[in-house]
Nanobody
């Protein structure tokens, strides 16, 4: 049974930082492209970042480019999202997702597995 479990969310002031983690189990982690998405209240789920199987390539939404980084540790089955210079508009539930193909895809429909999400709230 595949499980993706996010952690690291919380409440932070604007300009602050958070590091989200996602632990994967039940799959051969290094075979999967990993992504982060987010969903704010009343809005559709949107792409945030993705990383290829080896970690050699990363992709970001324009809204987070230069502020967020994505990384992975295949030995630990972990993917991370480092979020710096946070803004109130970054407030959302953040989801970790895994895909067998389509590296860098921004389309949530192409991801096979999803975590339950972790809440990030940025106060102004």
């Amino acid at each position: 049974q595949v499980q993706l479990v996010e952690s690291g969310g919380g409440l932070v002031q604007a300009g602050g930082s958070l590091r989200l983690s996602c632990l994967a189990s039940g799959l051969t982690f290094s075979n999967y492209v990993m992504g982060w998405f987010r969903q704010a209240p009343g809005k559709e789920r949107e792409f945030v970042a993705a990383i290829t199987r080896s970690g050699g390539m990363t992709y970001f939404a324009d809204s987070v480019k230069g502020r967020f980084t994505i990384s992975r540790d295949n030995a630990k089955n972990m993917v991370y999202l480092q979020m710096n210079s946070l803004k109130p508009e970054d407030t959302a539930v953040y989801y970790c997702a895994a895909a067998t193909q389509y590296p860098g895809s921004r389309d949530s429909r192409l991801y096979d597995y999803w975590g339950q999400g972790t809440q990030v709230t940025v106060s102004s």
